[in-house]
């Protein structure tokens, strides 16, 4: 993602130039990658039904995300 100009927040190896973007507010609430999958589909490979999986965005990812968009 960082080859695209779109770093995942919380990458230790990655984030760092952009993160100086950021509030403290907000850096002092990511304590981990914020990437999410909220589907994941797959074939199963014993009895090949196709299984789709779903999860809802963590709470401390949504209060990162209401951040974000409260500055936008």
């Known amino acids: 993602m960082t080859s695209l100009g779109h770093p995942i927040i919380g990458d230790k190896l990655y984030f760092t130039k952009n993160s100086a973007k950021l ?7 990511i304590s981990r ?9 797959f074939i199963h490979p014993t009895t090949k039904k196709k299984i789709t999986l779903y999860s809802e965005v963590p709470e401390d990812m949504q ?4 951040i974000l968009e409260e500055k936008n």
């Open 23 to 29: 509030s403290k507010n907000l850096k002092a609430n």
């Open 33 to 41: 990658h914020l990437l999410h999958a909220s589907k994941i589909k």
């Open 63 to 66: 209060k990162i995300i209401d």
